[in-house]
């Protein structure tokens, strides 16, 4: 069973949009295994985003990520990192489709509110970065009526 981290970014949780960042997971039919507020530091930021180390933008990303808490979360499902990174939209919200996360709350790509894994390998390094102390199981009864 697929898992992917998908993280609300500090301006997310400004703005109040957790829970509507859940609930979009929550009715797609996504299994929440692990959930967690925590104001990151920029150490760990550097490790969560240390493929961007070469970038322009990575000590204006960094500073970002950390200005505030984030919310980190392990959903689990047919697809999910796929699934995950096409509910959250293209990375510049002005090139995201209306409907999706970024597309319907966001504008600019240094404040696009929330982060998903692009990859399987990537999303079980992220989810063991975030959650050392490792994630929850337990059957959802619904499941019968969103898998076939
Ligand atoms: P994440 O889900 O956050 O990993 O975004 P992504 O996978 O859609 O994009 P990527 O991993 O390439 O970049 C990570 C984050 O860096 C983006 O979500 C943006 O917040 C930021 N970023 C990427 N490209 C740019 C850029 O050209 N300028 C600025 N200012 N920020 C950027
Ligand atoms: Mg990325």
Redesign the pocket.
Known sequence: NERTYIMVKPDGVQRGLVGEIIARFEKRGFKLIALKLVHATPEHLEKH?AD?AG?G?FA??IKYMASGPVVGMVWQGLDAVKTGRAM?GA?NPLASAVGTIRGDYALA??R?I???S?TVENAEKEIALWFPEGVTQYTNVAEPWIYE
Request: charged share 15%; glycine share 20%; hydrophobic share 35%.
């Open positions: 985003y961007l970038k933008f204006g990303l959250l990375t790509v240094g696009n929330c982060h998903g692009d």
